[in-house]
């Protein structure tokens, strides 16, 4: 109950933080939208695909995995600022639980995920793009876990770094090669064989076969149990090693 209740403080606290400047929030969904509107309507002929909605059903699930995968990964710029500013040295003279700090920023990076996701689906319905709510909202669950997965790790390695000029490199290495391999912008089915194999082994590729597979209502694939499956296990790996650098960084 304690720890329902740190976390819920916490997540108070941080969503608070953001509503003062609710900026940022429009400002992380700006690039996914510039691609929806100016890199999308190419998609159909490059695509052979019969109608201009078909493209998007195979774009906009790709472009939500990668507002997740972003998203998350730079939430650690915010906890550095905090380190800097003595915030996280405080909480340790306070009986709030670690975990319970870690969980509150992550949990509120996923809510603002979220409300970025359904921007850019609203936006893509304009474009006839259209989804069953059910398989919306597992889809948004997916999202979900990716967000929680990646923000966790960023405030992990932004606690063992400690600095920005190392985190960006460092994020920006990791990002790049784990978005070419999993088929965000386009689908690796025209890939030589070589390069499928090799994204065979990238988590986020599962994810976003699974997300296409619900936005065009197929919610009985292997690919979305597999890719929630995926997500879930490593949504919690990456918690775990995160709350254990909060707990080594407050004590």
């Known amino acids: 109950m304690k720890f329902a209740r740190d976390t819920w403080l916490i997540f108070q606290r941080q969503t608070q933080l953001l509503l003062r400047n609710p900026v940022w929030v429009f400002v992380g969904v700006f690039q996914p939208v510039m691609y929806l ?14 109608t201009q909605a078909a493209a998007y059903k195979i774009f906009v699930p790709g472009l939500l995995v990668l507002l997740a995968i972003f998203g998350g990964l730079f939430q650690g710029f915010g906890l550095i600022a905090e380190l800097r500013a003595g ?62 997965m990646t923000s ?7 606690l063992k770094v400690k600095s920005e000029d190392a985190l960006a490199p460092l994020m920006n290495t990791v990002a790049q090669p784990v978005l070419l391999l999993s088929g965000i912008l386009l689908p690796l089915t025209f890939a030589p064989g070589w390069l499928q194999g090799i994204a065979n082994w990238n988590p986020f590729s599962w994810a976003v076969d699974g997300t296409r597979s ?23 790996l990456g918690v775990y ?8 960084s407050v004590r």
Request: net charge positive.
């Open 152 to 158: 966790a790790v960023s405030y992990g390695v932004a």
């Open 87 to 148: 915030v996280i040295e405080r909480s340790r003279v306070t009986p709030i639980s670690r975990l319970a700090l870690l969980l509150g920023r992550s949990l509120r990076d996923v809510v603002s995920l979220i409300v970025q996701a359904v921007i850019i689906t609203l936006l893509a319905l304009l474009f006839d793009l259209r989804v069953f709510i059910g398989d919306l909202l597992l889809a948004y669950l997916m999202l979900a876990l990716i967000a929680l």
């Open 241 to 248: 090693w995160a709350a254990r650098q909060f707990a080594r």
């Open 37 to 50: 509107l100016l890199f999308a309507p190419l998609l159909k002929p490059a695509l052979n695909a019969p």
């Open 214 to 236: 619900l936005f065009a209502g197929d919610l009985g694939s292997d690919k979305v149990w597999q890719g929630l499956t995926i997500t879930a296990v490593l949504a919690a």
